[in-house]
């Protein structure tokens, strides 16, 4: 129902700044919250940023907060992740994922849709 492509990841130094897009299609109009996960061997899934359907309200996780921002395009189903001041510990693959309803969440279970992930390497 909602297939979901990410784009942006890649190399950078250690200060640096990417941007993330993540596109999203869907056949049948619903509001979707959307939110950014990352994940580094062995380790779980972890929350990065998410944002309401109406792009009203944000949340971060503590590691991040100050330096990444998530805003969203419904016009173009288009959902970013601003990465600012990169730290080697962001290094890691970044997902975009999706929840058909207006409120994001911090758990990855709570999303049923994802997209196949994009690397995000940050040099020392």
């Known amino acids: 129902q909602v297939q979901l492509v990410e784009s942006g990841g890649g190399l950078v130094q250690a200060g640096g700044s990417l941007r993330l897009s993540c596109q999203a299609s869907?056949?049948?109009?619903?509001?979707?919250?959307m939110g950014w996960f990352h994940q580094t061997p062995g380790k779980e899934r972890e929350f990065v940023a998410g944002i309401r359907w109406s792009g009203a309200s944000t949340k971060y996780a503590d590691s991040v907060a100050g330096r990444f921002t998530i805003s969203r395009d419904n016009a173009n189903n288009t959902v970013y992740l601003q990465m600012n001041s990169l730290k080697p510990e962001d290094t890691a693959v970044y997902y975009c994922?999706?929840?058909?309803?207006?409120?994001?969440?911090?758990?990855?279970?709570?999303?049923?849709?994802w997209g196949p992930g994009t690397q995000v390497t940050v040099s020392s």
């Open positions: 994922a999706a929840r058909l309803t207006y409120y994001s969440d911090t758990n990855w279970r709570a999303y049923a849709y």
């Open positions: 869907i056949r049948t109009f619903s509001p979707y919250a």
